[in-house]
């Protein structure tokens, strides 16, 4: 769950008073961008709007800044339906936001994110806006390691900027502020909290720092998010139709966890465990509709309405059906064979033609293939079912060939009268 | 820095282990919070009893004083750490299984009551990552080692001793096999996958530890492989890597810049390429990737620490600091590498291989390429026991459940609003021959041709065999009953009888004798046969007649090459045994029996599908033989009840029905259309009144006999009465005409004209009946339809792809094409909204119509016996549907299932 930019980022600001760049989203009239121009020092930031996260590359290219409201309603234009690349992704902005431009000299980067070497968070410091963390020399940054209790003190920061040497009067003002972020990391469940940059404005003689962006990301797991109040829609184009419906079912009993993949993928894999999950989507590659983990021995009604939404939405064009795992440690897998495939007696007469492999090994392993056996042969639907004593990848690369056999021989599928 | 509990160790943290035979040993003592919970209740008793009695209590809050039963003794439940404290019992492991939002309280608690508590295992996942560091932060500061979150926990293979979650599964003995090797996995099932993986190397395990994936891993690899490299029982470690966190970065920095001396192997596993470009996580919550903890990246750091690039099978190449493999398939083959360059052998003689060794196959008849073209092979014990067991098993085996208004036969495609009965559309049975639906109706497959070349002679003579009841339906016909009454009087009449009670014993019996012994394939074997001559079958008394029969089928098995082993098992039987028990009835039951072998054995009927079958064709027999309208008359039933002339069994079975029926031979394409009109009507699904009839009796325990009187009794006027009264208006309109008369293409002007008048005659009797106040007026029967309706023309496309497939057997029938023109004029004169559908009942009317359209222009038949043909043809359809559903829910129903409960029963005054 993610989200970037200051339409609904300032929110997070402004639990926690920590002042931020205006913000007016596209819907903002002719006047109320002038008037937002006209208090900035002539000058306004144009930015598209991305709903859920879009990653950690910037948004270069992606930003303006009009010096007339008829730039700003021309970069409004350009930008509403701006596309971005990041890896394989494209994602498409739904709208801009109007940013007051905050004149300063001096920007400064800062987040709190897990830290996995020191196992709590940390705060980075930088004094330069507008970076990549990753691509500034360690001399250039300070990570400050706190108690993770206590939190975020103002000595903290005060000794990370001399050390940076940064300008004594922006000392004074970040000190003031950037212990806020730490209440908003703690009280909201988040996992990163960036701001990149800061600009430090003067504001009648005293120095002040404005956000002028921010990324977060929260922990679905923890329920402070919701106290923030934003609406669903915000983290929704993070998550498609199936993925929403599939997350309705999220509980601690059992993973529920899914990805589309490749919605012109052949092979619908219903995985268990993480680590198969790593293992065989990385083998299926591109054949994978979806990627999942239905591990940790969810119980049947959870098992069953998963197969129901996922044979609703991809059945119809799978070629093979694909369960696999390793050795279950506690999952029943009677259990949750018997959930997918009452779901899939139900939905055959979507794709009557598939093919079922499994791969898999737990408790009640023969119970569970016996059912699946007998629910196959009814419904003359061919089959190949593995122990975990047959390798894991070799069941995947078995599965692959038998897709590229189904492909090839489409429509000319022989079968003995 | 915080301030932590500090030993000397080298890290900058707390580790509280100096080897990983401390994590985990016959000393450790535990207890488990959440104890009763549903996830502990089943993994603690496995456990406890594993590790031979080492959780000494458990905590379950508000249910102090119960206890937990396990099959080594009791476990002691207490209300909270505190009072297992109180009560003496000393412990230094806790185990949590809690929910997310409980757990970093109970590790508070365990820390805050406990002065001995050293280790903790979270089983726990979906911890909030807050909560997860102040574990870190608290546990630190108290000198406590946490495992987890999201962990299977800890095993000690050694001394037998599991700790924390389901490691190993249900039976870890099994997976955990003493070794060398130590396992580090961020994947709980993968700990166990990797220890089966290592046994067909010939490695066993010292440690395995499920790390969890969490964005914090609190046991991370570093201080793993320092206890590994203190663990004398430790020669290797396999670790299994998921993408997110510097832990193995952390941990091979460490060593290489001496912080601790690491001199063992480590076959690394990174997985999770395809992850770099997720914006959240799947699968496990921390392996979500920056950019420079990436697969990629973790990858690089292994293959720098080792020298080595990743494993390569065709080309290995390992170093003595170990190697990283591409999966997990291949870190058995590695690991043997690796020890082989040290010098080091094996733990034991391998086990197995990955190879892939399907248990169960079933290729459906898919000619597949050789390389797919996988046969079964026996599992690994003890799967290869259990899986016999299943495979002595008979046929499909269904779960029972309530069946009311539900159908594993038929259901209606809700988009077409077709019948589909075992998956095949009503429609695309239209064109098959009906002795082979009947079959098709139990057996879920169409018998072949050269079957039917000795099936139809078996469906005929149960019509011979049905008419011994006829005088009971002559009777009931007397007395005014409808066709459903007096031939279900027949059908009632046949009970349990003999020739049913030995069809079923019989086809049991062989079942019995046969199935395990010959699988799938029936071919005659001679020393087979020979060894189940010994058996014993029941006893009944034949007649000269059934002598005769059985020669006859005897000749046309051999004449069609259709004997198998039960048909050769039987003449062998019978001439051993000569005939108490009646030939003719066992050779029935070969001869379905090998009918119904392949739906049996390929599990897609029951055994007691393949037992009743004869039951179910038997009484289809007894209900065309009691159909006959006048016995005396019908010289085509008086040969099916002598037999005198035996080619009458090979008739197709709906030639003895037509015959019957009509009391003459069909002409033309008559046999087209009557079978295609008994194919129609075989089943509407589960809904209608008459499958309703037999699954509410078979519900209330009855004979199948009584099913089909269930099925008969609840057809009546509203059914083939509904083609009647189409019969009855279409004589009406055709008083004047015969359509027969000419040609149809001279005829077709004049359907036209008489449509016209009976639109208008239709229009002139609408208006006078509202205008009378009468709302309830008639309807023409068979136009519209309740589905098929509300569009400027409407189609009911059941009769249009019948009316098509008529047409391209050159049957044009001018009943029919007078109704499709009567629903434009009806439109035309303003007595429609719109253009009604011509509905199926107009199919089934029209094509009866036509077929006795002769004889009554000739006086040779009267209205009555226009009606119960009508009515009857309907059931002779429809007994076959009757069939399916009898079938299905003696299956899968209830005893009583079918009854409504009073919630969904209403009153009125």
Known sequence: MQLTGLKYGKRILEMVEFPHSPVLTEEASIEEVSALIAAHGGKCVIKPFFTGGIGKKGKAGLVRIAKSVHEAMEAKKDLYFAKHHQGNHVVQANGVTFEGFIASDAEIYVSISASTIHRQPVMTLILEGGVEVEDVSPDKKREIVFNPITGIKSYHITEALTELDCPQDYISALVAYLPKLWQAYDTYGLITLEINPIRIAKIKGRAVPYACDIKASFDQDNPGWKRLGFPSEIFSTDITDFEAEINTLRTYQGQSDVTELNVDGTILPFIFGGGANSAATEVLGQRAIISSDFGGNPPYDKMKSIADITFKHWLAKTNVVLLIGGKANNTDIFVTFKGIFDSLKEHIHLNPNIHVVVGRGGPNLIRGMVYARDVLDNMKVPYQFFGYDSSMVGVLEHTIKLDDWIIENKENNKKVG | MQENKKNNKPFPYYVGVESLEDLANKN????????????????????????????????????????????????????????????????????????????????????????????????????????????????????????????????????????????????????????????????????????????????GTSTVLSSGKDVYIHFGLAEFLYAAENDKRTKAVVVYVEPGGYYEKMALEMIQQGKFKFTKPIIAVVTGRWKKDLTRSVGHAGALAGAGDDAIAKEKFFDDYFGVPEYNPAKPKVSKLGVRVPTIQHIPEALAEVMKLLGEKSDFEPIGNLSLKPWFVNSQGNHYPKELALEPVKAIAPYDAEIEMANKLVGAQYMRQAMRNTSGATRMNRKTDVTEIHGVSLLDLVSKPFGATTLFAV???????????????????????????????????????????????????????????????????????????????????????????????????????????????????????????????????????????????????????????????????????????????????????????????????????????????????????????????????????????????????????????????????????????????????????????????????????????????????????????????????????????????????????????????????????????????????????????????????????????????????????????????????????????????????????????????????????????????????
Request: net charge neutral; hydrophobic share 40%.
């Open chain 2, 28 to 203: 450790s003592r535990v207890v488990i919070m959440n104890i009763l919970g549903g996830e502990s209740s089943k993994v603690t008793p496995v456990s406890h009893t594993y590790s031979g009695n080492n959780v000494v209590a458990g905590v379950q809050y508000g249910k102090g004083g119960e206890v937990m039963e396990t099959p080594s003794g009791n476990i002691p439940v207490y209300g909270s750490v505190k009072e297992v404290v109180d009560a003496g019992i000393k412990f230094d492991t806790g185990v949590i299984y809690l929910p997310p939002a409980a757990v970093s309280h109970a590790v508070s608690e365990l820390c805050a009551r406990n002065p001995d508590i050293k280790r903790i295992v979270i089983v726990t996942e979906k911890l909030s990552v807050r909560d997860s560091r102040y574990i870190r932060w608290g546990c630190q500061r108290r000198g406590v080692d946490v495992i987890g979150a999201n962990s299977l926990g800890v095993a000690n293979t050694w001394d037998k001793v599991r700790i924390g979650g389901a490691l190993g599964g249900d039976k870890p003995q099994e997976s955990l096999v003493k070794g060398s090797v130590a396992i580090h996995s961020n994947s709980g099932n993968f700990s166990t996958t990797i220890t089966e993986y290592i046994k067909t190397a010939g490695f």
């Open chain 2, 443 to 909: 057996l879920k497959d169409f018998p072949t041709d050269n079957e039917m070349t000795i099936l139809n002679p078996v469906l005929n003579w149960f019509i011979s065999w049905g008419t011994q009841f006829v005088d009971y339906s002559i009777l009931a016909r007397k007395n005014g009953a409808t066709p459903n009454g007096y031939i279900g009087a027949s059908v009632l009449m046949s009970g349990d009888n003999e020739l049913y009670k030995a069809l079923k014993s019989n086809s049991s019996k062989m079942i019995e004798l046969f199935y395990t012994e010959i699988g799938k394939k029936i071919d005659i074997n001679d020393k087979t046969i020979e060894s189940k001559l010994g058996s014993v079958f029941s006893e009944q008394a034949h007649s000269e007649q059934d002598l005769k029969v059985y020669d006859f089928l005897i000749s046309e098995l051999k004449k069609h090459s259709m004997e198998n082993i039960f048909t050769r098992f039987v003449v062998a039987y019978v001439n051993k045994n000569g005939k108490k028990s009646n030939p003719l009835y066992l050779l029935i039951s070969a001869i379905l029996l090998g009918a119904s072998w392949k739906s049996l054995t390929e599990r897609r009927i029951t055994e007691l599908d393949a037992v009743n079958l004869g039951v179910y064709l038997a009484l289809n027999g007894i209900i065309v033989a009691n159909s006959v309208i006048n016995k005396d008359e019908n010289k085509f039933w008086k040969s099916v009840k002598d037999l005198s002339d035996m080619s009458v069994l090979n008739e197709e079975l709906s030639a003895n029905c037509f015959k019957i029926l009509f009391n003459r031979k069909p002409e033309g394409k008559e046999m087209f259309s009557l079978n295609s009109l008994f194919n129609l009507t075989i089943t509407n699904g589960p809904g209608t009144l008459s499958a309703k009839g037999a699954k509410e009796s078979v519900s209330a325990k009855n004979h199948i006999s009584t099913a089909y009187a269930g099925f008969m009794m609840n057809t009546g006027l509203a059914h083939g009465g509904n083609g009647f009264e189409a019969v009855a208006f279409l004589i009406d309109k055709f008083k004047q005409i015969d359509p027969y008369a000419k040609p149809f293409d001279q005829i077709s002007g004049e359907l036209k004209k008489i449509a016209t008048t009976a639109a208008g005659d239709y229009m002139g009797y609408k208006k006078k009946a509202k205008s009378a106040g009468i709302l309830q007026y008639d309807k023409i029967p068979c136009t519209n339809h309740p589905v098929f309706k509300g569009k400027p023309v409407n189609v009911d496309p059941r009769e249009e792809y019948v009316r098509e497939l008529f047409k391209k057997n050159s049957l044009v029938n001018p009943f029919l094409e007078f109704y499709h023109h009567l629903v434009v004029e009806l439109f035309n004169v303003g007595a429609t909204a719109n253009v009604f559908c011509v509905n199926i009942d107009a199919v089934i009317a029209t094509v009866s119509l036509e077929l006795f359209w002769k004889q009554y222009k000739a006086n040779e038949i009267k209205e009555q016996e226009m009606q119960d043909i009508v009515f009857t043809m309907f059931l002779f359809g429809r007994m076959v549907g009757t069939a399916a559903e009898v079938a299905d829910h003696l299956n899968r129903g209830t005893d009583m299932d079918c009854r409504t409960p009073a919630s969904e029963v209403g009153f009125v005054s």
